[in-house]
C-alpha cells in the first residue's frame, strides 16, 4: 500500500480493500488481554477492530479508513482531542497476520481468518487462496500466494520480509512524513534511550546518529534514514512496550497536572493535598505522587525540605534547588524515588516515581514518559480541603505519607569552634549516614575503651558555643544534670535531667566510668553530664544490654572527663577549660546547654 509509512505498495487482489487503512492504539501480549482491552475500548470507539500482529502480539485497530491519508488525518485528529496514546500511530496492514475482533469479522481482506482459540486446534487455510500483489520500486510485479500462512501460524511468527527499497526512495518518503510523524519517531527513539535531543521534528545530527545506532541493534546497514520498513518496525516495538506499562496520558483536573502515566503499574488511590497518591497495581511495587500546591518561593522550599524526610526519598541520591524549581533523586537497597517540582504563575506543581531498587532500567523510560509529557494546566491547584488536609492526622505525615525516621538519634555536644562533636560511640559503625542536626558528618575517631566518637561535620559549623571541661575532682553525692534529647522525636531542644554522682567508677569498679543516680532514656546516649556551674563531667554510656541482670531504672553510667581530656587531645582536639565557679539556676543551665548539646541521628 503507497503511504509514507511504506514504500513498496501491497495491493489485495480483491479491489474493495485496496485503500484501506488502519490506527494502530495499542498492542498487547496475549489475546485474552486484547479482547478485555477491546471489550472495554468498544463502548467509546464503534469501528474498533483486533489483528494478531507478525510479531506474535495482538494489535488494537481502529478503522477501516478509505486511505492513508484518511488514517493519518483521523489519528492526527484523535490526538489533539487526546481521545487516543500520544503514540499511536497508521499500521501497515502487511503486519497483520489475522483478525479475531469482532468476532467472526474480517474487516482486513478475505483470506484473513480469527485465531482458534481451542488448545489442539490445527489451523486450517481460507476456502480461497488469497493472493497479495506486491509493486517494487521497479515497477516489477510479483503475485505471492498466502494460501500456506496459516499454517505458518504453528512456529513462532517471523517478521515479514522488507521489500526491497532503495536509500533513495527511503529519502523520498522521509521527506514526504509530518512534522508530527517525524516527531514520532524522535519520541520512539527518545524512549529506547538512543536520542536525548529536542523533540522537533527536525531530522539533525543527533536524530541521524540515533537512527544509525537503533539500525545497528536491529541488524540493518546504519544509513540514519529509516526505510519504510523499519519505521514500522520501530514504532510497533516501541508501541508494544509502552503498552506493557500501560503508558496512557492523564488529565489530573482538580490538581490542574497533564501526565502520562504507568497505569498498568499504578493506579489513582486518594487525594491528600498537596499531593495526588497513586497506588501500585498489581504487586508492581511501583507508586507516583502528584504534587500541586499554590504558593510561591518560600513555599518550593519548605515542599523541598520536607520532601527530604519521606520515607519514600531515601536520603542518598542527588539533589538540586534553584528558584524555580527542584529534582531529588532518593536511593537505597530497597527502592528509588525521582521527584521533580517547578515553580510558575504562583503555583508549584511536578511529581514523584517511586519504585523497587531492582527496577531501575524498566523505570527509566517511564521517567522519561512522564519528564516529557508533564504540563502544569489551567491556573489553579489541588484545592487543600480536599480529601486529608495536610497537617491534620498523625505528626509523622505529610500529605499522607511517612515520614522518615533514623535508625536511632541520640545527643552529643559541641567541643571546638569547628564543630566537633562528641557522643557515644556504640552503633555509629552499623550508620550508613551520621548527621548532626541533620546535618551529614563524618566519624572523626572512636575510642573503643572508652565508648566515645568524635564526629566532624562535612560543612563547617558555627556552634553558638563550645561545652568547657571541668578540671576539679568533683565528689561522690554531688549534684549533677544530664542535658540530652530524651525525646527526639517530640522535642527539638535538650531535657535537662537532674540526679547525684553515686561513684566514681562503674558497675565492675572501673576507673574511668562514674555511676550516676539519675534516670535517662536512649535519647540521652552521648549526652554531657554537667556540674552545678555547667562544667562537663563526663559522657552519657548506653545502658548495658544483660538480659540476666535488671539495673535500677535512675542508674546511668557515665565516662569520666579526666580519662577523656587526654584522648581528645591526643587526636587533635583540644578540650575547653572551664572556668565558672558559680551554681547556675535551672533555667541558666538550660540556656547554657542548650548552646552546644545536640542531636545526632544515625540513618541506614
Known sequence: MASAFGLAAVVWAQVAHAEQAWVQIEAQPT??????????????????????????WYGVQLGPYDSPEAARSALLDMRRARQIP???????????RSQFWP??????????????????????????????????????TRVTDTTAAPQMAQATPEPAPEPVETLAESRRLEAALSREERMEIQRALQWLGLYDSGIDGAFGRGTRGSISVWQETQGFDPTGVLSSAQQAQLLQTVAAERESLGITPVDEVKAGIAIDLPLGLVEFDHYDPPFVHYRDKNGSGVRVILISQPGDQNTLFGLYDAMQTLEIVPPNGPRERNKSGFSLVGEDARIHSVTEVKLSKGMVKGFTLVYPADEGARMLRVLDAMKSSFRAVGDSALDPTLGQPMGVGRADLI???????????????????????????????????????????????????LGVAVLKPEDKLAPASVAAFETETIVRGAPIVVAGFSYPEALSAPVLTFGTLSDLTGLAGEAQRARLAVPTLAGDVGAPVLDATGAVLG???????????????????????????????????????????THLAPEDLSALAGGFTVQIECWK
Do not use: W
Not at 32 to 55: D, K, M
Not at 424 to 436: E, H, N
Open 103 to 140: 468476532v467472526g469479522a474480517n474487516l482486513a481482506a478475505p483470506g484473513l481468518s480469527a485465531p482458534d482459540r481451542s488448545a489442539d486446534a490445527t489451523p486450517t487455510p481460507p476456502s480461497e487462496p488469497a493472493q497479495i500483489i506486491v509493486i517494487s520500486p521497479d515497477d516489477t
Open 399 to 449: 500529605g499522607g505519607l511517612d515520614v522518615r525516621h533514623p535508625e536511632f538519634a541520640r545527643s552529643g555536644f559541641f567541643i571546638d569552634a569547628e564543630g566537633a562533636v562528641l557522643t557515644a560511640a556504640a552503633g555509629l559503625g552499623q550508620c550508613g549516614k551520621v548527621t548532626i542536626e541533620g546535618l551529614p558528618a563524618t566519624v572523626a575517631f572512636t575510642d573503643a575503651d
Open 539 to 581: 559522657v552519657v554510656l548506653p545502658r548495658a544490654d544483660d538480659a540476666t541482670r535488671l539495673l535500677p531504672a535512675e542508674m546511668t553510667v557515665a565516662v569520666q572527663t579526666q580519662a577523656l581530656v587526654p584522648v581528645l587531645a591526643e587526636n587533635g582536639f583540644a578540650p575547653v577549660a572551664a572556668d565558672m565557679q
Open 86 to 96: 500520544g503514540d499511536s500511530y497508521v499500521a501497515d496492514p502487511a503486519t497483520f
Open 31 to 56: 489475546l485474552e488481554q486484547a479482547e478485555e482491552r477491546l471489550r472495554t475500548l468498544s463502548a467509546t470507539f464503534p469501528n474498533i477492530a483486533g489483528f494478531a500482529l507478525t510479531g506474535g
